[in-house]
């Protein structure tokens, strides 16, 4: 089969322009890469050095404290936790609170408590960093106290550690983020703390441990104010943050969501639930506590009106 000089010409001339039309494709792809790339904002140093899983973001907020107990019998362990608001007028700083149940505060005689915080050593390992706080002035508390519930919030003056991590302010569950996600009795939550003061071998850590919702309903918060956990607290373990991480399958939406992800703060570790029973002798009555291996957890919800409370810093 015979091919015409003419055709050949045409043919060299088509290939020409094939050419010529994808690299004109790749040149406009990698302009817009190179805009998209540039148009970019770069993450700032703080922002490279949080942590990436929500765990992880907690451990660092989460801190043991530390003083005289008030009945005089040794010292008052407790646990805290960090919460972050953004600073209404100056860009890039953030007012911190100090979260906690109220009676380890109350428990703890004085105007001063020490709380341990963390700085990172420049072999990698992490250091504890004993500060005294002040939480009473002149015998009167600094915190704000729910009306209802045993939780307590007070500013915080944070050392020059590095910028501390602290958990956003709208990570505390509301009634509409519980319902969104149908959180509900044999949900699996975390729980950290320091249960009689032990912590992880280095940098003062909190322990994690977890357990399931024990109690129903939920809703409405500010009828419930609290639920039970299938969790053994021992003392050191009050005011710990208690937290939901889930990642799975979940019925959302009147659907079944495969892949479902979310992270919030449930809310912090109250007390011990217990079963007290009376015995009544001839000469003598007997009170014996039994632990049932139950926490109250009081709502997130009544966590974000004690913190409003406070009066602005």
Known sequence: MSVSKQSLAWSDQRIKEERMKHRRSYVVALLIFITLLLSTPAQSETQKSLPADFDTLLMMAT??????????????????????????????????????????LQKIKGDVA??????QLENGNWGAVPTLISIREAGRPLWAQHGEADVAAMYIAVPELGRPVSIPINMLANDDLLAKYNVHPGDMLDILG???GFESPVGSFPI?????????PLLPTKTTLSFLLDFRVFPGNSGGPVYINFTGERFHDNAIAMGMSFQFIMGLVSEEIKATEQRKFQYSTHIQDTPLGLAKVIHASLIRETIALLPPP
Do not use: C, M, W
């Open 63 to 104: 801190l043991r404290i530390a003083g005289p107990s008030a009945d005089g019998q040794g010292q008052s362990l407790g646990t805290v936790f960090i919460v972050g608001n953004p600073h209404p007028t100056e860009v890039n700083k953030y007012r911190y609170t100090l979260v906690t149940a109220a009676h380890v």
């Open 114 to 119: 020490v709380l341990y915080f963390r700085r």
């Open 194 to 196: 320091y249960p009689f």
């Open 208 to 216: 994690l441990r977890s357990g399931k919702i024990a109690s129903y």
